[in-house]
Nanobody, 122 residues
């Protein structure tokens, strides 16, 4: 069955960096658009970034542009999110997701991982 397993979250000070990973199994990872979504405390789910198959189409939420970088390694069936210059408002549970559509900005997902907590605080 489809499995998405995130890792790499943690507690970091403002201005710090984290690299999230998502290992996929149970489907042909390389042919799917993949996304990162997040849920901050008390808020709804929010799309953060997406990358298409092949990695030539990428998009970011405006508030993370220039700070976050999404990438994929199809040989390792792994999706990444490099997060630099983290801010307290980035605090959330981060999920990788396989959206229902191929659009890199797709919010509706067919599958989502269990999430990894990112806390940005001094």
């Amino acid at each position: 069955q489809v499995q998405l397993v995130e890792s790499g979250g943690g507690l970091v000070q403002p201005g710090g960096s984290l690299r999230l990973s998502c290992t996929a199994s149970g489907f042909t990872f390389s042919i799917y658009t993949m996304t990162w979504v997040r849920q901050a405390p008390g808020k709804g789910l929010e799309w953060v970034s997406g990358i298409n198959k092949g990695g030539d189409r990428i998009a970011y939420l405006d508030s993370v542009k220039g700070r976050f970088t999404i990438s994929r390694d199809d040989a390792k069936n792994t999706l990444y999110l490099q997060m630099n210059n983290l801010k307290p408002e980035d605090t959330a549970v981060y999920y990788c997701a396989r959206p229902k559509a191929i659009d890199v900005r797709s919010f509706e997902y067919a599958y989502r991982g269990q999430g990894t907590q990112v806390t940005v605080s001094s």
